[in-house]
């Protein structure tokens, strides 16, 4: 059970979601759109998760700044974020990279992400800001956060994982001591300090930071007067804080929301397509690590308005079924099988046709006798009737984005240039 406060500190807070990163790791999945925007769970982008984070931790003024190919994430933002209403006191605002500083003055940073929109988030006058990185997978309590900020006395407040040491090498990375204040930050370091007591495993950041706001805009603004500053809250900000002044780690562990069945802390980064197309397969497991059907603690989206999932056909060798899979609404199976897979909504599947560990991504169509296993398909794309993919990994690297696991990915060009 959540424990519940007269005056949650979340009402006097503002979440500010840094979402404007493109994912390159994603590689053509992100050719058109940032990697919040892509698509996750069956109904869900990957953004989805820290604003429902928000919403849920009781957080009613929420910032988003956007800029790489930024279209498909707005407009995402747009449908599905669209019920926050101001006479609630309650706002949304989507902050575009817009030279606001400058004509040649994009956002250089996260840091400047935030300083180039400073005035907006006066004119709300939050007392606590909570900065969230929009590309993470998880759930998780910012009151508890917000309530260690305030207790501790800190200026800054970080989220961490507790993570096996020389896995935290691609993270930022904290020193600290036994009361968990931090004594050193490090940006991706090839030997990670360890944690007092238990030197095999680091403490990771997760890209999530709580701050009085009057003393943030003090940081942000010497940041901006600092010529050699990158304006990243990793490079500048919080190891300044950690030298001059008084920086605590928050552990995920102590507010990750967990439901009855889920037995781990479940925090992932779906920044490569192996780990994109795991995490995803993950939710059609008996008992997902990831449990999306809390209706204590739901992932808030888009509702479309569509048919429900429908299977057709029952004779042998063309039967419409799903074993082990997620199929979202709109979705027709006609006469083919899906074995542990997962369909977004509007995929449509051709008679005899079959998927095997296949992340599909929304109206899709495959075409009949098709035979896909270990594949990304991405949004819209028409599999042609009899294509075989992931049978034969010489073939498939020549044709697809094929990863080192074998993962297959599959766009919209890479179809058209088999004709």
């Known amino acids: 059970m959540r424990e519940t406060y007269s005056q949650p500190l979340a009402r006097d807070a503002m979440a500010y979601v840094l979402a404007g990163g493109r994912g390159s790791r994603l590689k053509e999945l992100t050719d058109n759109r940032a990697k919040p925007a892509v698509y996750f769970g069956g109904k869900s982008r990957i953004i989805d998760f820290a604003l429902s984070n928000a919403i849920n931790s009781g957080i009613r003024r929420i910032g988003v700044a956007t800029q790489y190919k930024a279209h498909s994430l707005i407009r995402h933002m747009q449908r599905a974020w669209n019920f926050m209403r101001p006479e609630r006191n309650e706002s949304f605002d989507i902050l575009p990279a817009s030279q606001r500083v400058s004509e040649d003055h994009w956002y250089e940073g996260t840091a400047d992400a935030v300083f180039q929109n400073i ?7 939050p007392k606590y800001m909570v900065i969230l990185a929009g590309d993470h997978i998880y759930k998780m309590d910012y009151e508890l956060m917000l309530r260690q900020h305030v207790e501790s006395g800190a200026d800054v407040t970080i989220g961490c994982l507790v993570v096996p040491r020389m896995e935290a090498t691609g993270f930022g990375v904290m020193a600290v001591d036994k009361t968990d204040t931090i004594t050193d930050f490090i940006e991706k370091p090839a030997d990670p300090p360890g944690i007092p007591g238990n030197e095999e495993m680091a403490l990771a950041s997760m890209g999530i930071y709580v701050f009085e706001t009057k003393f943030l805009f003090q940081m942000l603004q010497e940041d901006a007067d600092d010529p050699n500053s990158s304006r990243d809250f990793g490079n500048d900000i919080i190891p300044k804080i950690v030298k001059n002044g008084k920086a ?36 059609t497991d008996v008992v997902p690590k990831l449990n999306m059907y809390d209706r204590d603690w739901p992932i808030w989206t888009d509702q479309i308005i569509a048919a429900p999932a429908k299977f057709v056909h029952d004779e042998e060798g063309r039967r419409g079924m799903a074993i082990s899979s997620l199929i979202s609404q709109d979705c027709i199976v006609s006469g083919a099988v899906a074995k542990r897979s997962l369909l977004f909504t509007g995929v449509k599947m051709g008679s005899f046709s079959s998927c095997e560990e296949a992340v599909i991504l929304p109206y899709c169509n495959i075409g009949r006798g ?30 697809f984005r094929r990863t080192d696991s074998g993962v297959c990915l599959i766009t919209k060009r890479m179809i058209d240039q088999l004709a």
């Open 370 to 399: 098709a035979r896909l296993s270990r594949v990304i398909l991405d949004s819209g794309v028409r599999i042609p009737e009899g294509l075989v993919v992931g049978e034969d990994p010489i073939l498939d690297a020549q044709r």
């Open 119 to 125: 005035d907006i988030i006066a004119s709300y006058a």
């Open 248 to 283: 605590v780690a928050h552990r995920f562990t102590n507010s990750c929301i967990r439901a009855a069945e889920e037995i781990e802390e479940y925090w992932r980064d779906v920044g490569t397509l192996d780990a994109y197309f795991e995490a995803n397969l993950d939710l």
